[in-house]
């Protein structure tokens, strides 16, 4: 067939509201279903039934928007002014680093693709319609709106339905809606304000038949559908740089004016002097190249890199690299409950029988777990009338246990997996039992019911609903032995119903009967078991890790499609709220709310229930306008688009679907929320490793510019020329800069609340350690510089000409060149000692540890060290970097100097640090 012409508008209608016979008149259709022709014309008017992905902007064009940053212009012109002059080897680290953020920059731009590929993948090939009045199968991508699709168990939907027709019908919507059990479906008629998950008379594309069959009308394909829907919100969510690279553009375009500014001072004082125009210029480049931190780009990379692979390890697989330091920064996590926050295994937790209240234990499908009366364990083995209990509900069940791995209805698995903790095996008790009858479980009925050959007798098991089994009672079997169902008994009963709901525990009765023929009623006279009370429970060590959250500063927020009352027990467990009433928030509450209301109130709510896509969206754009960074985990189709929203989107990788993970930032290999508390210590640890080498090469940069700044104001030659700039670059920015990147973490760095969102780059404990340290630094070098070059015989306010028609006489060349050598090396060995004073950012380098506590850093500073020892004593390097040999007494005048400012900064650190803790 030919493809057909652009998609047009499907109408928009309340269909759940609407008969299924008034539904089937709207869309032109009947039972039969359409005929092939009416098929293929309509496939011509809405299209393919696929998620269509929105026209992307060409690979040229996002490549070229990777270098629209002025700082990344800057940095571009430096690299071709510094190659038109002849500085060859700066020139090309320059392009190197700008293209390699290029290229991470254009990876990224295809996060969007990615996700809407991913949902492609969830809908099913191929589907089951009626057309002419006959079933056949076709591609899925075919349905049109007034088809009629037959779904069966196991099957996944393809299109978005109003069913017509169901059978025992569940359908799990989990991925979509957040809802923790499979959906009962039903044909009935819904009122227009039902929310999206109680639209019981609807099927989605891409949930899945758990159990029972049914048939339903195509009313959406492709993008209008509610995953399509979705999908739309993924495209139309604008990616966000992370605050590190917010804060790097404002400051980028801060300091470029600074830099502009000072080398048009330098540039023309020194011409005003009489200095070359051209050695002038390229004084002007190689203080341009000192004052941008050129390497900062690659370091923080490079950092982000190392700290990438170190969450790896601890199960957080980071798939966007800013989003390393955006972690660190955290102060809201948004989580989902199901599959999150909770095993998303359905539990047995508390049993009825024999007037007991037993407590059953065990993690999720584990089949390891133990039976409590009143504080004390149970002989499950010789407790009859438990064991009558779970066995007959293991007999009255269709879900099988493969391992841990469920296969079938979580309520039935859970019964399945209670009943192994005691010993009971599905395959032991059916060859006992063989069932030989089954009334399947509906919506109608809340109850199902199977019989089986018991010797030459028969039993029948039957389970549901409490309040429904009750009435099919007429005795209970307690104490050994049965007797009349009073209704007293019944009452009590009840009441025992209404404890265990009231824990968020969903309830079912277990009853029995025995006849000596096969019954016609099978359901009526049945003899009442006991109850048992099962909930989804919380992950191992979920509530600890939020109460790390608390101490962090970080609030934990619970976003679900379940119901109030679930979420609210669960959040009661896990310790997120204390009163229910004041802290939770329903959907229908949430719509009724403006988003300036909510932004108001959002601060005092923990847990929202009932919720749909587009309000987790409307909740994370509220904690936004309270500067809050935001981070959003979650596993299902549902989550996508909040995923992408959050300043970090945190998928789940065992359980997470493929949309939810290629929309996310981070992926948790084991889904466990303790991994999303490492990953967090993990970011701010790298983010303060960031600030350590920014303060780092900041202080060291600002050094130099002041020197050459300073220098030319007090009427000096230049105190280091464009070759030793670059060569101190080279040295002092690389490997050190680096080794901060990796330096050790805090011991507070979970006790600390998360840094303001508003703090800029140049926070006041970093302008005073610039300020301190440059200062120290340009007085230190220039000090040097001067006083040797006086106590060579130079005379304050001579110029010094290296070469051309005007050259300096040879002693005073020498004079000079000893005095950069001095000044030079002084830099250097200021810088290496200088990289010691950011390894504690609030604090000494004593309570960090000491020097020795990052050895990478001190084998970095003897590299860089070694290396200007060679530029120094290596005579064929002389000329190309103005250097002579320098004495013992010159090393100890450079070192005692270097080594002063290190323990001025030290003492000021230390008295800071003290007043600090006295005021908190």
Not at 735 to 745: F, W, Y
Request: net charge neutral; hydrophobic share 45%; proline share 5%.
């Amino acid at each position: 067939m030919d493809s057909p012409t652009k998609a047009i508008s499907q109408p928009d209608i309340s269909w759940h509201a609407l008969g299924f016979e008034d539904a089937l008149g709207k869309l032109g259709s009947t039972p039969k279903g359409l005929s092939q022709p009416e098929a293929e014309r309509r496939l011509l008017q809405y299209g393919f039934n696929e998620l269509q992905q929105e026209k992307p902007k060409s690979k040229i064009r996002i490549f070229i928007e990777q270098f629209r940053e002025l700082l990344v212009i800057i940095l571009i012109a430096a690299a071709v002014i510094s190659f038109a002059v002849g500085e060859f080897i700066d020139a090309a680290v320059i392009i190197v680093i700008v293209i390699l953020d290029g290229i991470l920059g254009f990876v990224q731009e295809y996060r969007a693709e990615k996700a809407i590929e991913a949902l492609k993948k969830l809908t099913s090939p191929e589907t089951i319609v009626i057309r002419d009045g006959k079933e056949q199968k076709i591609l899925s991508k075919q349905l049109v709106p007034g088809d009629i699709v037959a779904l069966e168990e196991g099957s996944r939907v393809p299109a978005d339905l109003r069913l017509i027709e169901v059978v025992s019908l569940k359908i799990d919507e989990s991925s979509l809606t957040g809802e923790s059990f499979p959906v009962e479906k039903k044909p009935d008629v819904f009122s227009e304000d039902t929310p999206l998950a109680d639209r019981k008379n609807l099927a989605f594309m891409s949930s899945i038949v758990t159990f029972g069959r049914g048939k339903g009308v195509v009313i959406g394909t492709g993008m209008h559908t509610e995953i399509g829907r979705i999908a739309h919100l993924i495209q139309s969510t604008v990616d966000e740089p992370t605050p590190l690279q917010k804060k790097l553009a404002v400051f980028g375009k801060h300091l470029t004016y600074i830099i502009l500014g000072i080398i048009a001072i330098v540039i023309a004082l020194g011409i005003l002097r009489g200095n070359p125009i051209i050695d002038m210029f390229i004084a002007g480049i190689a203080l341009a190249v000192a004052a941008i931190p050129e390497g900062l780009p690659a370091i923080v990379t490079i950092t982000l890199a190392l700290g990438l692979q170190k969450l790896t390890k601890r199960n957080a697989i980071v798939r966007k690299l800013p989003a390393v330091e955006t972690l660190g920064s955290v102060s809201v996590i948004c989580s989902d409950k199901t599959g999150t926050l909770t095993k998303d295994e359905m539990t047995i937790t508390r049993i009825y029988c024999n007037s007991q209240k037993i407590l059953v234990t065990g993690k999720g499908y584990e089949t390891h777990g133990s039976f409590y009366q009143d504080k004390k364990i149970m002989d499950a083995a010789n407790d009859r009338q438990l064991r009558m209990l779970l066995s007959y509900g293991t007999l009255c069940n269709n879900a099988k246990l493969d391992g841990s791995t469920l296969i079938g209805d979580p309520t039935e698995g859970a019964i399945v997996v209670a009943a192994s903790k005691a010993g009971i095996t599905r395959e032991l008790i059916e060859s006992q039992y063989p069932r030989i009858g089954e009334v399947p479980f509906s919506s109608e009925r809340k109850m199902m019911t199977t019989v089986h050959k018991s010797g030459k007798s028969f039993l029948v098991c039957s389970k549901g609903a409490p309040e429904i089994m009750l009435e099919k009672c007429d005795r209970i079997y307690d104490s050994g032995k049965v007797q009349k169902l009073t209704p007293a008994l019944t009452k009590k009963m009840l009441d025992l119903n209404l404890e265990m709901t009231g824990r968020a525990l969903r309830v079912l009765a277990v009853t029995y009967n025995e006849t000596p023929e096969r019954p016609k009623e099978p359901e009526e006279g049945l003899i009442f078991l006991g109850l048992v009370g099962m909930i989804d429970p919380p992950r191992e060590g979920v509530k600890e890790e939020i109460a790390r959250c608390r101490e962090a500063g970080i609030k934990a927020v619970m976003i679900t499609g379940d119901h109030k009352n679930t979420a609210v027990a669960v959040a009661k467990q896990i310790g997120m709220i204390q009163d229910g009433s004041d802290s939770v928030l329903t959907g229908a509450e949430l719509e009724k709310i403006s988003e300036d209301e909510l932004v108001k109130m959002v601060e005092d709510i923990h847990v929202y229930a009932r919720v749909n896509p587009e309000q987790k969206v409307k909740i994370l754009s509220a904690f936004k306008k309270r500067n809050h960074i935001v981070a959003m985990t979650g596993d299902g189709v549902n989550d996508a688009p909040a995923l992408k929203r959050a300043d970090i989107g945190v998928a789940m990788g065992i359980k997470g679907t493929d949309v939810a993970k290629e929309a996310s930032d981070m992926v948790l290999a084991d889904d466990n929320f303790a991994s999303i508390v490492a990953a967090v210590e993990g970011g701010r640890h790298i983010y303060d490793n960031i600030n350590k080498f920014i303060r780092y090469l900041l202080t060291s940069n600002t050094g130099e510019v002041l020197i050459i700044f300073l220098g030319m104001l007090l009427g000096m030659p230049l105190p280091l020329v464009a070759i030793q700039l670059l060569w101190v670059n080279l040295v002092t920015d690389g490997l050190p800069a680096l080794a901060l990147g990796v330096d050790p973490a805090g011991r507070d760095i979970m006790k600390r609340p998360p840094r303001n969102p508003k703090e800029h780059i140049l926070s006041r404990d970093m302008a005073i350690a610039i300020v301190m340290i440059a200062g120290m630094m340009a007085a230190g070098v220039l000090w040097i510089f001067y006083t040797t070059l006086v106590d060579q015989g130079w005379t304050p306010g001579t110029p010094i000409f290296l070469s051309g028609p005007n050259q300096s006489p040879d002693w005073l060349i020498h004079a000079y060149k000893y005095a950069l050598t001095m000044s030079f090396t002084a830099v250097v060995v200021f810088e290496m000692f200088n990289v010691f004073n950011h390894r504690n950012l609030k604090g000494t380098l004593i309570a960090a540890g000491g020097p020795l506590a990052n050895r990478k850093l001190v084998l970095a500073v003897l590299i860089s060290f070694g290396l200007q020892l060679i530029v120094i004593y290596i005579p064929a390097l002389d000329a190309i970097f103005e250097t002579v040999e320098l004495s013992l007494n010159d090393w100890i005048k450079i070192l005692s100097v270097s080594f002063a400012a290190l323990v001025v900064f030290q003492m000021k650190q230390f008295i800071t640090s003290r007043k600090r803790s006295k005021s908190s």
